[in-house]
């Protein structure tokens, strides 16, 4: 790493270590600072959005900001009591110690952001991890590139840089040297799962814990007894917000074949209804974040039958909503996450044939199965490991703060929203007072001769 970097690095840790970012007042008054910005920022964050990613005002506050204000809200409203350390009860040989599990700040983190959800992925790591009383090390990611500055700009005029500050550049060039060099006490990062296990490898030279939010393939599960029309409209919008761009959408579509029929003409149609049938004038869609995303997307395209959709133009990064069927099982479009606006549709007879076909890719980040019957349900949960997901509903689970988000397996580890972001940017220091006025000799050498007391306090 360049020395003046790893100067500035050395300053963070130092400025850590005077333990100014530890008060509740310090750290309130940061998240304040931080919101009142992002408001003020309103309009330059849409416009980053539309740059990146083609997003109209609705999508972005929906689907970003409003999360980062309600991540922040919910936040300052109960920074205080999370803060504070809880009493629990002590066992009888400890007795009449007392104990207490405090909330320990982690240190210095590193944020490293992926380009889908550019600000959301971004601020929210960064509001527990202030809320936790740390330095930070934020790295947006730079193929959102508007984004990527604006975030930059907004964390460089608000915080000092030895308490918070933005690392831009090509993530494949910057973070290796740094994670080489400096040790965080944490690592957070949101991406694709071959670069979560790069994340994991460097940071495992310093014992680092890490958080890793990744990707895979999340099925989408509809049975014979579904309601069709309300399937039909959640899927497509799971699928098809930001172009399918999104870590969560239902990557494919596993259907009974007694409705695949019925299902396929009501997603289409919806589409219509979402998108209008020039899908690219529409505000209401996305365009492909860049080239090299489109030229892979559009690779797919050759491996089944287009039933919907298909037409693409470079100049416009548009690929028009589609549905394809015919995908053999051995396909690239069924063994890598398709992370774009193509939803292949396979027929199933039974469940447990559909449970075979979802279990060659395990771990999916998130699952979705409608059905009617609570036996579906139950048998699809117990079957399958996930990191979360929906019954009769795609991707709205992720707005549901009560919900610890994140992955299992190749989707990752550890989770965060809402209190569980501050849980994971603090660690659990239990503690044990013991007074002084009581010291029985049971508790000394010689021990010889006290096993049967010992037996009974002990148990
Ligand atoms: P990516 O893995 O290409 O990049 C993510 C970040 O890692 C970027 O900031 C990038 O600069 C950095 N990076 C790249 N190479 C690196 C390296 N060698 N060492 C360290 N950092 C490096 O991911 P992406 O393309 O930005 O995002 C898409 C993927 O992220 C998809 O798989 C998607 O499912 C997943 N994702 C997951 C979630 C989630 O919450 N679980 C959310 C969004 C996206």
Redesign the pocket.
Same mark, same amino acid.
């Given at each position: 790493m360049e020395n003046a970097l790893l100067d500035s690095m050395n300053e963070i840790r130092k400025f850590y270590e005077t333990g100014a970012t530890r008060s509740y007042e310090f750290r309130k008054m940061q998240l304040v600072k931080l919101k009142k910005m992002l408001l003020e920022k309103e309009q330059e964050i849409y416009d980053a959005l539309f740059a990146d990613l083609k997003k109209n005002k609705e999508e972005a506050y929906a689907t970003e900001l409003g999360f980062v204000l309600s991540e922040i809200n919910l936040t300052i409203k109960n920074l205080e009591r999370w803060m504070k350390p809880k009493s629990v009860g002590t066992d009888l040989v400890n007795l009449p110690s007392s104990s207490k599990v405090y909330r320990d700040s982690l240190g210095v983190v590193l944020i490293? !952001?992926?380009?889908?959800?550019p600000v959301q992925?971004s601020l929210i790591p960064l509001i527990g991890a202030i809320a936790g009383g740390n330095c930070v090390v934020v790295?947006?990611?730079?193929? =959102?590139s508007a984004t990527d500055k604006l975030i930059s700009k907004i964390i460089s005029s608000l915080f000092a840089p030895n308490f918070v500050r933005v690392i831009s +550049?090509? +993530? =494949?060039t /910057?973070?290796?040297p740094l994670?080489k060099d400096f040790r965080f006490d944490h690592i957070f990062?949101? +991406? +694709?799962? =071959? /670069?979560?296990k /790069? /994340?994991y490898k460097?940071a495992a030279e310093h014992l680092t814990p890490v958080t890793l939010?990744?990707? !895979?393939k999340s099925p989408c599960v509809v049975e014979a007894d579904a309601e069709i029309a309300v399937a039909a409209k959640r899927i497509v919008l799971g699928k098809f917000v930001n172009a399918g &761009?999104?870590?969560?959408a239902p990557d494919y579509l596993l259907v009974h074949t007694s409705i695949k029929e019925k299902l396929i003409a009501e997603i289409k149609s919806t589409i219509l209804k979402f998108y209008s049938k020039d899908s690219n004038q529409s505000v209401e869609y996305g365009k492909i974040i860049n080239e090299k &995303?489109f030229d892979r997307l559009v690779t797919y395209l050759q491996h089944g039958t287009i039933l919907a959709g298909g037409r693409h133009n470079k100049n416009e990064s548009w690929i028009e909503p589609t549905i394809i069927e015919n995908v053999s099982l051995d396909s690239p479009l069924m063994a890598e996450?398709i992370?774009g606006p193509i939803l292949p549709v396979i027929s199933f007879e039974t469940t447990e044939e559909a449970i075979r076909i979802v279990h060659r890719n395990p771990n999916p980040?998130s699952f979705y199965v409608f059905t009617s019957s609570d036996e579906k349900e139950k048998q699809w949960i117990e079957n399958v490991h996930f990191?979360g997901g929906c019954v009769n509903n795609t991707a709205w689970h992720f707005a549901n703060k009560k919900f610890p988000? !994140?992955?299992v397996g190749f989707?990752?580890m550890g989770a965060y929203h809402g209190k569980y972001t501050f849980d994971t940017f603090t660690r659990l220091k239990p503690v044990m007072k013991t007074p002084t006025w009581f010291d029985p000799s049971l508790k000394y050498p010689p021990f010889s001769g006290k096993l049967k007391l010992l037996k009974r306090i002990i148990n």
């Amino acid at each position: 790493m360049e020395n003046a970097l790893l100067d500035s690095m050395n300053e963070i840790r130092k400025f850590y270590e005077t333990g100014a970012t530890r008060s509740y007042e310090f750290r309130k008054m940061q998240l304040v600072k931080l919101k009142k910005m992002l408001l003020e920022k309103e309009q330059e964050i849409y416009d980053a959005l539309f740059a990146d990613l083609k997003k109209n005002k609705e999508e972005a506050y929906a689907t970003e900001l409003g999360f980062v204000l309600s991540e922040i809200n919910l936040t300052i409203k109960n920074l205080e009591r999370w803060m504070k350390p809880k009493s629990v009860g002590t066992d009888l040989v400890n007795l009449p110690s007392s104990s207490k599990v405090y909330r320990d700040s982690l240190g210095v983190v590193l944020i490293i !952001g992926p380009w889908n959800y550019p600000v959301q992925l971004s601020l929210i790591p960064l509001i527990g991890a202030i809320a936790g009383g740390n330095c930070v090390v934020v790295k947006p990611s730079e193929v =959102a590139s508007a984004t990527d500055k604006l975030i930059s700009k907004i964390i460089s005029s608000l915080f000092a840089p030895n308490f918070v500050r933005v690392i831009s +550049g090509d +993530g =494949a060039t /910057v973070i290796p040297p740094l994670l080489k060099d400096f040790r965080f006490d944490h690592i957070f990062y949101t +991406g +694709g799962t =071959a /670069v979560g296990k /790069v /994340v994991y490898k460097m940071a495992a030279e310093h014992l680092t814990p890490v958080t890793l939010e990744l990707g !895979g393939k999340s099925p989408c599960v509809v049975e014979a007894d579904a309601e069709i029309a309300v399937a039909a409209k959640r899927i497509v919008l799971g699928k098809f917000v930001n172009a399918g &761009q999104t870590c969560i959408a239902p990557d494919y579509l596993l259907v009974h074949t007694s409705i695949k029929e019925k299902l396929i003409a009501e997603i289409k149609s919806t589409i219509l209804k979402f998108y209008s049938k020039d899908s690219n004038q529409s505000v209401e869609y996305g365009k492909i974040i860049n080239e090299k &995303q489109f030229d892979r997307l559009v690779t797919y395209l050759q491996h089944g039958t287009i039933l919907a959709g298909g037409r693409h133009n470079k100049n416009e990064s548009w690929i028009e909503p589609t549905i394809i069927e015919n995908v053999s099982l051995d396909s690239p479009l069924m063994a890598e996450e398709i992370f774009g606006p193509i939803l292949p549709v396979i027929s199933f007879e039974t469940t447990e044939e559909a449970i075979r076909i979802v279990h060659r890719n395990p771990n999916p980040l998130s699952f979705y199965v409608f059905t009617s019957s609570d036996e579906k349900e139950k048998q699809w949960i117990e079957n399958v490991h996930f990191g979360g997901g929906c019954v009769n509903n795609t991707a709205w689970h992720f707005a549901n703060k009560k919900f610890p988000f !994140g992955g299992v397996g190749f989707s990752g580890m550890g989770a965060y929203h809402g209190k569980y972001t501050f849980d994971t940017f603090t660690r659990l220091k239990p503690v044990m007072k013991t007074p002084t006025w009581f010291d029985p000799s049971l508790k000394y050498p010689p021990f010889s001769g006290k096993l049967k007391l010992l037996k009974r306090i002990i148990n």
